[in-house]
DNA sequence: GCTTGACCTAAAGTTAGGTTTAGATATTAC
DNA sequence: GTAATATCTAAACCTAACTTTAGGTCAAGC
């Protein structure tokens, strides 16, 4: 059993944001003393990194309260937990390619900005052509430029 | 030369949202006509490109401001621009190993959600050890649960 | 000359996800 | 017994990035 100061320094989350986790309903088996203090047990700590892990993935509070409930409900919602994991996964793959993408074109500015930086001088780089560009190069700049 | 109607169709992007930018700060080339109504130029379109790039890559709206300024201010700023790309490449490249990370983890839940529709019960897989898992899900267990 | 449609502005409103404040209670240390 | 420390609550506040509203301008078509 924890305290939330406890937990709190655990998880390197704040005290308000426990208990605001707390208050959107997020935390189902937090449990309180006999003077209301909060107690965090070991099914609390795992249902915080599984918030953790959803919050990283892009899921919204509201969404994660959901799949929360879901879990206090039991056996009967295991089809839709399944459903939601499968459609958090596919949410994250489309997050990476994406992020991919992004991350060429900024590897392309790098070297953009390199040469330029090398010259003195933008002018030169400006209005490059793809021909002129080393082959690893276009290739940054052609999956960049279709985003 | 684009009215700021035909702009946000092509950038699939709010007329206000457009607006904003401007309000902003970070829409430099952008001119006006005699009765003060937007021209959206090459230059602005290219520069909409990058606000887009740097704003999936999860960059600030002010932080993209400064970028257009130095943008603006020309040769001088090179080295200060180059800086900002190289953060950004690793800022990203950091963005991609964290959602792998999670992708693990949900790709276990996956697997786990999986077994409890099989069997129509969490309870057989709750409390299941490393050992009693495929190889490549505890793979997956290990990489999600040092995050 | 009047209506329609696309543009304009400033200012207020919205949303998510917290964070801060103010005041109350309870346990521990001296 | 009293001071310090950790907890509690409700409610106000905050920030980023828009979005909405209300009212005004302007050119084109009838």
Chains 1, 2 share one sequence.
Request: net charge positive.
């Amino acid at each position: 059993m924890y305290t939330i100061g406890e937990v709190s320094e655990m998880f390197n989350l704040p005290i308000p944001t426990l208990r605001y986790y707390d208050k959107e309903g997020l935390l189902n088996d937090l449990k309180r003393d006999k003077s209301r203090i909060r107690k965090f047990n070991e099914k609390t700590l795992e249902a915080l990194r599984v918030i953790e892990c959803l919050k990283k993935s892009g899921m919204q509070i509201k969404d994660i309260k959901q799949f929360m409930h879901w879990c206090a409900i039991g056996d009967k919602t295991l089809i839709k937990r399944k459903e939601m994991f499968e459609n958090q996964k596919i949410s994250i793959e489309n997050q990476i390619k994406d992020l991919q993408k992004i991350l060429d074109m900024v590897k392309y500015k790098c070297w953009y900005y390199e040469k330029a930086v090398k010259d003195g001088t933008e002018k030169n780089i400006k209005n490059i052509t793809l021909e002129e560009m080393p082959k690893d190069i276009r290739k940054l700049y052609n999956n960049a430029h279709n985003i």
